[in-house]
Nanobody, 131 residues
Framework: QIQLVESGGGSVQAGGSLRLSCAAS????????MGWFRQAPGERREGVAR????????????HYAASVLGRFTASQDYANNILYLQMTDLKPEDTAMYYCAADPGGCHSGSPILADEYHHWGQGTQVTVSG
């Protein structure tokens, strides 16, 4: 079972940036669909991004929710099994607990990105955007 640990959350002003990390217990370079989700208090868990790695020698595949397209970028450190989420131009509505998720095999396509697509989850890291 893949173990996932998120880090990098914090408090920032609107317009600021943060980079979240998701450290995996095993290789996630290919044949594993990775995802980033977020959940605000009283809200449903929202899919932010899907990421399917090309293994370092191939092409990575990403898909973003419309709410973050152009502001958030997922990437992977293949050597260290870390998935990143670079978040820029943060807005107060981005405030939420952010979760990393993984599922063996290929990624689903289309929108929305659903939590049911994933079987392995981290504990989350809090992002708070003020202003």
């Amino acid at each position: 079972q893949i173990q996932l640990v998120e880090s990098g959350g914090g408090s920032v002003q609107a317009g600021g940036s943060l980079r979240l990390s998701c450290a995996a217990s095993e290789y996630i370079g290919n044949n594993v669909c990775m995802g980033w989700f977020r959940q605000a208090p009283g809200e449903r868990r929202e899919g932010v991004a899907r990421f399917y790695g090309g293994g370092g020698g191939g092409t990575d595949w990403t898909h973003y929710a419309a709410s973050v397209l152009g502001r958030f970028t997922a990437s992977q450190d293949y050597a260290n099994n870390i998935l990143y989420l670079q978040m820029t131009d943060l807005k107060p509505e981005d405030t939420a607990m952010y979760y990393c998720a993984a599922d063996p095999g290929g990624c689903h396509s289309g929108s929305p990105i659903l939590a049911d697509e994933y079987h392995h989850w981290g504990q989350g890291t809090q992002v708070t955007v003020s202003g």
